[in-house]
């Protein structure tokens, strides 16, 4: 693997190619239509472990001889998904070039072990993703394991947590930019690669996130590519096709040096940019729950504007910012506006209640 320095603006490194391998026509289509795109590495999921019942859980081991022939066809350097230590050892078999360990993998430590045990000795280059949830020992262990059982050729790849759905409605997996800042102070010779694919779960907003890793200081950028992305039987929505990845690409700029200048500074910013996404996606979700009041309260002839209910919520509130360690008028300033904006919601779901019953 080609390593990089976390600072270098020069030149990206591409892995590109299908969330799943799903036939030998696609698979080949796919890596064709990456031809001129000077990728450094094509990737293809083989066996996929999915959160539900179900989906589609991949081809297995039948794609290795696609992968093999890409290789042979194209000279790409390919790269695929190992889950179990029996995946690791029949893609180590194929020649698989570059391994991966996918998010729900490095969620467990066993399999992470036994896989570790089956590249003893084999140095390949393994990329390990970060885990399901936002827990940067889980991600730290599973690179410590593969670092114990020899391994020196490691990437780490940031592809988001997962979190409570209705809290964060922006991205399918929240880039905590947190974590993966200190998993680069952590092993700061390791390179990490963005994956704007899981991280948005929307293709059209990959090219932006694209760029956002590379003013972020990431060099190397990982996207899922498929000829026939809304066709997809994995992740269809996050798929670009190798054209709109081409366009990605001749639009990306190189990093912005003065934003890079005072890059402690810059970590504080993203850090606090981070926390207000937070608040105001919490804040979302509790606007919902007052539209749900809002009918509920029409439902049981409830008036929406309740003073004592409202004076114990603030005593309640200011005592637990007062805890938190917060100026007791502060939190009253901001319960009193989020309660205004509450009362208004509800009426606002109110009146579009009375409207349809006044209708029928
Ligand atoms: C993938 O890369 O297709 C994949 C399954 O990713 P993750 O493990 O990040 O969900
Ligand atoms: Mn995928």
Redesign the pocket.
């Known amino acids: 693997m080609k390593q990089c320095s976390w600072d270098s603006s020069s030149s990206i490194t591409l892995i590109a190619g299908p ?2 391998a799903e036939s030998y026509e696609q698979v080949y289509a796919t890596a064709q239509g990456l031809q001129n795109l000077n990728i450094d590495l094509f ?1 293809a ?1 083989l066996w ?2 999915r959160t539900q019942p179900g989906c589609f859980e991949g081809v297995g081991s039948v794609g290795l001889h696609w992968l093999q022939q890409v290789q042979k066809d194209f000279g790409y350097k390919v790269a695929t ?1 190992v889950c179990l230590p029996e995946h690791a050892q029949l893609a180590l078999e194929a020649g698989v070039d570059v391994l ?7 969620s467990n430590p066993y399999a992470v072990q036994g896989i570790a045990e089956v590249l003893r000795s084999v140095n390949v280059p393994v990329l390990v ?2 885990p ?1 949830s936002p827990d940067l020992s889980l991600w730290v262990g599973a690179i410590e394991r593969l670092q114990k059982a020899g391994l020196s050729d490691i990437g780490a ?1 940031f ?1 988001g947590f997962s979190t409570y759905p209705t809290e964060r409605p922006l991205y399918r ?1 929240v880039p905590y930019w947190s974590i993966v800042f200190e998993l680069k102070r952590i092993f700061p010779h390791i390179p990490i690669i963005c ?1 704007p ?2 991280i948005t779960g929307q293709r059209n907003a990959v090219a932006a996130m694209c760029q956002k890793a590379i003013d972020l200081g990431f060099d190397m950028l ?1 996207v ?1 590519c498929h000829v026939e992305p809304e066709k997809a039987l ?2 269809a929505k996050q798929q670009v096709t190798p054209k709109e990845l081409g366009i990605i690409m001749q639009a990306l700029s190189p990093r912005n040096v003065s934003f890079s200048e005072d890059e402690q500074l810059n970590h504080y910013r993203i850090l606090l940019s981070e926390i207000d996404e937070h608040l105001l996606s919490i804040l979302a979700h509790r606007m919902t729950i007052s539209k749900e009041i809002g009918n509920y309260k029409q439902l049981a002839q409830i008036p929406i504007l309740q003073a004592e209910q409202f004076a114990s919520i603030l005593q309640e509130r200011s005592a637990w910012g007062e805890n938190m360690g917060l100026q007791r008028e502060f939190v009253e300033h901001i319960m009193s506006i989020v309660h205004e904006e509450s009362v208004r919601v509800q009426s606002e779901e109110n009146n579009k209640q009375s409207f349809h019953i006044n209708d029928k």
């Open positions: 969330c799943s990737r999921g996929k472990p998904e991966w360990l996918g998010a729900r993998t490095v993703k970060n399901i790849v592809r997996n994956d694919s899981h990982m899922e994995s992740d």
